[in-house]
Nanobody
Framework: QVQLVESGGGLVQPGGSLKLSCAVS????????MEWYQEAPGKQRELVAT???????YYPDSVKARFTISRDNAKNLVYLQMNDLRPEDTAAYYC???????WGQGTRVTVSA
């Protein structure tokens, strides 16, 4: 069993920034890739960022150049830096281990003036 605990969400104005954190209860260097997902109200959960063990990253076009995923293997933390936030980024954000079914409770981000 692996626990994931997301934090860092909140209310931010359009154009603002937030940094989300995900604390993982196991050594994240043992996992091939870590991911962040976004679940907007009334929509399916969607992948917004992936980082592999060697640091390769992937982002869909909707967040590319605005979101940055990173990992601190020594602390078992995964981060999501979100810049230039837009109202359509309003969602719950979840950390995930690629290939596993573990999910955290999520952290909610609201982008509104």
């Amino acid at each position: 069993q692996v626990q994931l605990v997301e934090s860092g969400g909140g209310l931010v104005q359009p154009g603002g920034s937030l940094k989300l954190s995900c604390a993982v209860s196991r050594d994240i260097s043992s996992f091939y890739a870590m991911e962040w997902y976004q679940e907007a109200p009334g929509k399916q959960r969607e992948l917004v960022a992936t980082i592999t063990r060697d640091g390769t990253t992937y982002y869909p076009d909707s967040v590319k150049a605005r979101f940055t995923i990173s990992r601190d293997n020594a602390k078992n933390l995964v981060y999501l830096q979100m810049n230039d936030l837009r109202p359509e980024d309003t969602a719950a954000y979840y950390c995930h281990i690629q290939g596993y079914t573990y999910w955290g409770q999520g952290t909610r981000v609201t982008v509104s003036a």
